[in-house]
Nanobody, 125 residues
Framework: QVHLVESGGGLVQAGDSLRLSCAAS????????VGWFRQAPGKEREFVAA?????????YADSMKGRFTISRDNARNTTVYLEMNSLKPEDTAVYYC?????????????????WGQGTQVTVSS
């Protein structure tokens, strides 16, 4: 079984930065791709970024390219990070990490099997 726990959310001002963390546990989770998604109130869940098992391949939603960076550390316990810079009020959402029992990354949320509980990010103007 895979367990994901997000942390690092909070209230920041526009232009600030935040780093979200996703701590993943599970015997073979180091071999799985991980994605970040977000959901704002009244909106559908949207893809943010994803990273393959090794960290050598990443993908981003167009609106996040250049501002967000996804990375992972498989050294001991798998942790996936989302560095968010130049935050905007429209980045306000609950951010979720998710993983799937596959090494490759995908952008469709329905392809992910395991989800964390989410962490709230609020960006004030």
């Amino acid at each position: 079984q895979v367990h994901l726990v997000e942390s690092g959310g909070g209230l920041v001002q526009a232009g600030d930065s935040l780093r979200l963390s996703c701590a993943a546990s599970g015997r073979t989770v180091g071999f799985y791709a991980v994605g970040w998604f977000r959901q704002a109130p009244g909106k559908e869940r949207e893809f943010v970024a994803a990273i393959n098992w090794s960290g050598r391949s990443t993908d981003y939603a167009d609106s996040m390219k250049g501002r967000f960076t996804i990375s992972r550390d498989n050294a001991r316990n798998t942790t996936v990070y989302l560095e968010m810079n130049s935050l905007k009020p429209e980045d306000t959402a609950v951010y979720y990490c998710a993983t799937r029992r596959n090494v490759a990354i995908v952008t469709e949320g329905a392809e992910y099997e395991f989800w964390g509980q989410g962490t709230q990010v609020t960006v004030s103007s």
